[in-house]
Nanobody, 129 residues
């Protein structure tokens, strides 16, 4: 079981930026497809972004495309989410997750929360208007 710990959340004004990080345990981190999800109060957990094991392929939800950037450092077992031009509707608890090993296919075709297994505890992002 991979252990994940997110950090970097906080309160920011609309138009501002935050960088989230997720530290993962495990010696095979570079084989994991990693994803970021978010969950706002009263809403389902939704996909934000995903990145392949090598970092060469990324995919984003339409709502964040052009504003958020997912990246990873396999030497440090970390995945990050740079969030720019933040909007109040980006307010949510953000989670990183590992795609389940038995799930195959392109990043864009596997974005449901059930495609992902191990989850971190989440980090709160609040964007004020």
């Amino acid at each position: 079981q991979v252990q994940l710990v997110e950090s970097g959340g906080g309160l920011v004004q609309a138009g501002g930026s935050l960088r989230l990080s997720c530290a993962a345990s495990g010696r095979t981190f570079s084989t994991y497809v990693m994803g970021w999800f978010r969950q706002a109060p009263g809403k389902e957990r939704e996909f934000v972004a995903a990145i392949s094991g090598s970092g060469g392929t990324t995919y984003y939800a339409d709502s964040v495309k052009g504003r958020f950037t997912i990246s990873r450092d396999n030497a440090k077992n970390t995945v990050s989410l740079q969030m720019n031009s933040l909007k109040p509707e980006d307010t949510a608890v953000y989670y990183c997750a590992v795609r389940r090993a038995e799930v195959v296919g392109a990043l864009r075709s596997r974005t449901h929360r059930t495609d992902f297994g191990s989850w971190g505890q989440g980090t709160q992002v609040t964007v004020s208007s």
